[in-house]
């Protein structure tokens, strides 16, 4: 069973830019959480993705956006960098059968970025 | 809307000793999970423990075990035998056993805690 993988590790960009942060979910999950987390805080729900669909979105800016993919991979998209996007970006999947929360969230590693 | 409140944003605790972190919580959902979460230094989120609200034991997992109560919204970690390796975050988490569009799973603020040799 492969795990939750999220890719750059790292990335540094500049404000303005525009970046695409990506993550394939756990073998068997539909259902992919995009988190914000800056140093020293807890996680902020930045939306979720379910059977390809949006099914939930944070406090965010339409700057950040999403898609999930038929095989329930997803990236996450924001555009416009500013510096306090600066964070660690994390996803998590799920799975959820017949309207109902199967399991808990499994977190990917996280991409470290950094706006300058 | 859910939230989760985690009271100690520190704590230390010796080698081998045992501490309990404090984890409370507001919802109007009757079912729901329940989760401590460790997040150390390297930043991978790992499950500590999970506990789903229809039950009423309290769940254990090795020196991790739940004080779970339900009326009073409480779900705390104590962690026994604390070793070096327990040194990290401890998040908290809260989520809809029948998820709705919107957020499902809330975390708490954290609480840092530190294993002291």
């Known amino acids: 069973e492969t795990g939750v993988t999220q890719s750059p590790t790292h990335l540094i960009k500049t404000r303005g830019q525009q970046v695409t942060l990506r993550c394939s979910s756990q073998?068997?999950?539909?259902?992919v959480s995009w988190y914000q987390q800056a140093l020293g805080q807890g996680p902020q729900f930045i939306f979720q993705?379910?059977?390809?669909?949006?099914?939930g979105r944070g406090n965010f800016p339409p700057r950040f956006s999403g898609l999930q993919f038929p095989n329930y991979s997803s990236e996450l998209n924001v555009n416009a960098l500013e510096l306090d996007d600066s964070a660690l970006y994390l996803c998590?999947?799920?799975?959820?059968?017949?309207?109902?929360?199967?399991?808990?969230?499994?977190f990917g590693p996280g991409t470290r970025l950094t706006v300058l | 809307a859910q939230t989760v409140t985690q009271s100690q944003p520190e704590m230390s605790v010796q080698e081998a000793e045992t501490v309990t972190l404090s984890c409370t919580y507001d919802?109007?959902?009757?079912?729901?999970?329940l989760f401590w979460y460790k997040q150390p230094p390297s930043r991978q989120m790992i499950l500590v423990i999970r506990?789903?609200?229809?039950?009423?034991q309290n769940a254990t997992e090795n020196r991790f075990s739940v004080n779970f109560q339900k009326a009073a919204k409480s779900f705390s970690l104590k962690i026994s035998d604390s070793q070096l390796g327990d040194t990290a975050m401890y998040f908290c988490?809260?989520?809809?056993?029948?998820?709705?569009?919107?957020?499902?799973?809330?975390f708490g603020p954290g609480t840092r805690l530190s294993v002291l040799p």
């Open positions: 998590a999947s799920s799975l959820r059968i017949g309207g109902v929360s199967y399991n808990e969230q499994f």
């Open positions: 506990q789903e609200a229809y039950k009423q």
């Open positions: 073998s068997g999950h539909n259902t």
């Open positions: 919802t109007s959902e009757n079912n729901y999970y």
């Open positions: 988490a809260f989520m809809k056993l029948q998820p709705s569009y919107g957020q499902n799973f809330v």
């Open positions: 993705y379910y059977r390809e669909e949006e099914n």
